[in-house]
């Protein structure tokens, strides 16, 4: 096993990319607000429908001054849907290639984990909020094994009645609960806030909204328009907060969308609103449609603008880490930070395919992405080089696979890294 633990280290120490030096430390010392939009996908970005913007408040936010956005951005989720989305950002390693990591190592695993790192370098205090029950996607013991000193979930916000939807929590009360929580958590905190309300089937109460949906006769394409508005106005009510108390500006704000909410079998449906032609739709438009959006937002500063490097969720954690001022080269990392000069522009997913600037494989089929097409007799060069991704794309997962499959960062002890006790947090006591 310590053999197997060399060559993956092996691999991430070669892979490692060092930070741009104009970024790093940009944030240094901010709190760090993580908001992860349930089932957003970056389409919405900038979208209209009925000539009405569906997230006006995020298109601010995605088009500021004050953000650096992504537009080449992809998930990288598996089974494990939000859980994965929440590994891959929060450890820099992949999900598993069936079922969820959390539920299935997440009890048990030893993670290196952005709040234990978080907490450990800069002396961040951690928390996440979540309307829906600790136990689900098993998240409660796996936050503990990732160092997270609270975790309010459902019993400590009143979900009654019609405050909640299917998973929980309506977003807008979910901000709004959560204040008295934020308020006394020692700064510099990291905190995640999960939504929930945007989730398949897309439904939400009539008092709850004005917002029109598509028409595409599909009730599911259609009504996500709805949720994904009331989303972006949770968000603008958040805003609101954060900008009143002052927290804005001693914060980082990460926006990110954790994975498709519209799936590949609605796609031809989703094309109408898109204005896409549906009868042309291919296994091409399908992998162009994992973009989500990821947005680093600092109120009160400039010179932010849309980045077009193609990255995915597993090169948040060096990025971020970057950005404030945390070196994250002694960490087991399979990301390379989204601002380096050397970023690697592979996009890995969970079922192999993958995709570069210029190529797109879904099914060992490649794309051009200049023009959307097939590549039918791709010359001799252009197979090595498209097998030579392939083969990055494979060994990557599976050295991700190892390491979470057989526990080995038990046997790694990076510099200065103290081994998270999970014993010592017990989310039931809330903030004594
Ligand atoms: C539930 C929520 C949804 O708590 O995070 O998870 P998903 O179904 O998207 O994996
Ligand atoms: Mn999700």
Same mark, same amino acid.
């Given at each position: 096993? *310590?053999?197997?633990?060399?060559?993956?280290?092996?691999?991430?120490?070669?892979?490692?990319?060092?930070?741009?030096?104009?970024?790093?430390?940009?944030?240094?010392?901010?709190?760090?607000?993580?908001?992860?939009?349930? !089932?957003?996908?970056? =389409?919405?970005?900038?979208?209209?429908?009925?000539?009405?913007?569906?997230?006006?408040?995020?298109?601010?936010?995605?088009?500021?001054?004050?953000?650096?956005?992504?537009?080449?951005?992809?998930?990288?989720?598996?089974?494990?849907? @939000?859980?994965?989305?929440?590994?891959?950002?929060?450890?820099?390693?992949?999900?598993?290639?069936?079922?969820?990591?959390?539920?299935?190592?997440?009890? #048990? +695993?030893?993670?290196?984990?952005?709040?234990?790192?978080? +907490?450990?370098?800069? #002396?961040?205090?951690?928390?996440?909020?979540?309307?829906?029950?600790?136990?689900?996607?098993?998240?409660?013991?796996?936050?503990?094994?990732?160092?997270?000193?609270?975790?309010?979930?459902? %019993?400590?916000?009143?979900?009654?009645?019609?405050?909640?939807?299917?998973?929980?929590? *309506?977003?807008?009360?979910?901000?709004?609960?959560?204040?008295?929580?934020?308020? +006394?958590?020692?700064?510099?905190?990291?905190?995640?806030?999960?939504?929930?309300?945007?989730?398949?089937?897309?439904?939400?109460?009539?008092?709850?909204?004005?917002?029109?949906?598509?028409?595409? /006769?599909?009730? @599911?394409?259609?009504?996500?328009?709805?949720?994904?508005?009331?989303? #972006?106005?949770?968000?603008?009510?958040?805003?609101?907060?954060?900008?009143?108390?002052?927290?804005?500006?001693?914060?980082?704000?990460?926006?990110?969308?954790?994975?498709?909410?519209? %799936?590949?079998?609605?796609?031809? *449906?989703?094309?109408?609103?898109? /204005?896409?032609?549906?009868?042309?739709?291919?296994?091409? #438009?399908?992998?162009?449609?994992?973009?989500?959006?990821?947005?680093?937002?600092?109120?009160?500063?400039?010179? /932010?603008?849309?980045?077009?490097?193609?990255?995915?969720?597993?090169?948040?954690?060096?990025?971020?880490?970057?950005?404030?001022?945390?070196?994250?080269?002694?960490?087991?990392?399979?990301?390379?930070?989204?601002?380096?000069?050397?970023?690697?522009?592979?996009?890995?997913?969970?079922?192999?395919?993958? &995709?570069?600037?210029?190529?797109? !494989?879904?099914?060992?089929?490649?794309?051009?992405?200049?023009?959307?097409?097939?590549?039918?007799?791709?010359?001799?060069?252009?197979?090595?080089?498209?097998?030579?991704?392939?083969?990055?794309?494979?060994? &990557?997962?599976?050295?991700?696979? !190892?390491?979470?499959?057989?526990?080995?960062?038990?046997?790694?002890?990076?510099?200065?890294?103290?081994?998270?006790?999970?014993?010592? =947090?017990?989310?039931?006591?809330?903030?004594?």
């Amino acid at each position: 096993k *310590k053999s197997e633990l060399r060559s993956i280290l092996k691999y991430t120490r070669k892979h490692y990319t060092s930070p741009n030096k104009s970024m790093y430390g940009k944030a240094k010392g901010k709190n760090v607000i993580v908001l992860h939009l349930e !089932s957003f996908q970056q =389409f919405l970005i900038n979208k209209k429908i009925n000539g009405k913007e569906v997230t006006p408040f995020l298109n601010k936010i995605y088009n500021s001054q004050s953000t650096y956005s992504f537009d080449n951005f992809f998930h990288q989720v598996g089974q494990g849907k @939000t859980s994965d989305a929440e590994n891959l950002l929060e450890t820099s390693t992949f999900g598993l290639s069936q079922g969820s990591l959390f539920a299935q190592l997440g009890s #048990d +695993n030893t993670f290196q984990a952005a709040p234990s790192i978080l +907490n450990q370098r800069e #002396d961040y205090s951690s928390a996440v909020f979540h309307g829906n029950v600790a136990s689900f996607w098993n998240r409660s013991a796996t936050y503990k094994n990732m160092g997270y000193q609270y975790f309010f979930d459902a %019993s400590y916000y009143d979900t009654s009645g019609d405050r909640s939807t299917g998973y929980g929590l *309506k977003d807008k009360l979910l901000f709004h609960d959560s204040v008295p929580f934020l308020e +006394n958590l020692q700064q510099p905190f990291y905190v995640k806030y999960i939504t929930v309300t945007n989730h398949f089937p897309y439904t939400l109460d009539s008092e709850d909204t004005t917002f029109k949906g598509a028409n595409t /006769g599909d009730n @599911t394409v259609d009504n996500y328009f709805v949720t994904a508005h009331y989303l #972006d106005q949770s968000i603008k009510e958040f805003y609101a907060y954060l900008n009143k108390t002052g927290l804005a500006k001693k914060s980082l704000i990460m926006i990110y969308g954790d994975h498709y909410g519209i %799936s590949n079998s609605e796609n031809k *449906k989703l094309a109408k609103a898109l /204005g896409a032609n549906p009868n042309t739709w291919n296994d091409y #438009d399908n992998a162009q449609l994992q973009r989500v959006p990821l947005m680093f937002n600092m109120p009160g500063t400039k010179g /932010g603008s849309i980045q077009h490097q193609y990255g995915g969720e597993v090169d948040v954690l060096p990025t971020l880490l970057h950005l404030l001022g945390v070196s994250s080269k002694r960490y087991i990392q399979f990301g390379t930070d989204l601002f380096s000069k050397n970023h690697d522009q592979v996009v890995a997913f969970r079922n192999q395919d993958w &995709e570069t600037p210029q190529y797109t !494989s879904v099914s060992g089929t490649l794309y051009s992405n200049a023009t959307g097409s097939e590549i039918k007799n791709p010359s001799k060069s252009l197979q090595a080089k498209a097998a030579k991704i392939q083969a990055h794309v494979k060994n &990557e997962l599976s050295l991700s696979d !190892s390491l979470n499959e057989k526990n080995l960062l038990r046997f790694y002890k990076p510099k200065g890294f103290k081994a998270v006790n999970a014993r010592d =947090f017990n989310y039931s006591d809330g903030l004594q």
